[in-house]
């Protein structure tokens, strides 16, 4: 990832991505440009190499926090960060917060994936409910924050398929695209109806809101 002098940013009108992804950062930006028309996205990659926080929250948008406050205070910008993953209602909302190590490895998304066939081999169709949730959190330097959170519904499918995507993007079908997984979308298609788009579109609102 580019390296970026932090010395050349205007602290006025930059917010740091707390991400390594420059994907995310890209899709951060294209939604929250339009009601942060002066700002500059940038990674906290690009900015120096960070470690990453304990995310010890009980809660995606806790989570959401931690990781923003860490960029905040690593420097100094405002700073936006999400968390989400996946609740399956048949299994009490898990994989939930540890959607990304649920099997025991963090981003061991075949493992991950193994699991929840297990788990949901004998759950029938009309009990495989599902949904990915994502929670944003935009930290401005003084502290204060906003925050966004959105759905993504659907179900489990009983095996995977698709290519596209990551974690379990190959076993969600979304109630917005019958018939197809996650995994199956082109990324265009996917950033239209994502959880992550639904968080960030309720973000923007609310920066709309405390700027009127």
Not at 174 to 202: C, V, W, Y
Request: aromatic share 6%.
């Amino acid at each position: 990832m580019a390296h970026i002098d932090k010395a050349e940013l205007d602290p006025q009108k930059t917010v740091v991505v707390a991400t390594g992804n420059a994907h995310k950062v890209t899709e951060i930006e294209a939604i929250l440009a339009p009601v942060l028309s002066d700002v500059r996205f940038v990674a906290l990659g690009e900015l120096g190499d960070f470690p990453d926080p304990v995310e010890d929250g009980d809660t995606f948008v806790a989570n959401a926090l931690i990781k923003a406050r860490a960029a905040l205070e690593e420097t100094g910008l405002a700073a936006v960060a999400d968390d989400s993953g996946l609740v399956v209602d048949a299994l009490d909302g898990e994989p939930g917060i540890m959607s990304a190590r649920w099997a025991g490895v963090h981003g061991d998304d075949a493992r991950n994936n193994e699991k929840l066939m297990r788990l949901m081999a004998e759950v029938p169709e009309e009990k495989r409910t599902a949904r990915f949730h994502s929670s944003v959190v935009l930290v401005w330097p003084d502290g204060s924050y906003l925050t966004g959170e959105g759905n993504c519904e659907g179900r489990i499918g009983f095996e995977p398929k698709g290519t596209h995507g990551f974690g379990y993007d190959p076993l969600f079908l979304p109630d917005d695209t019958p018939g197809r997984t996650m995994a199956e979308l082109t990324p265009e298609e996917k950033n239209a109806i994502s959880h992550r788009f639904h968080a960030l579109q309720e973000l923007s609102k609310r920066i709309v809101e405390t700027r009127g």
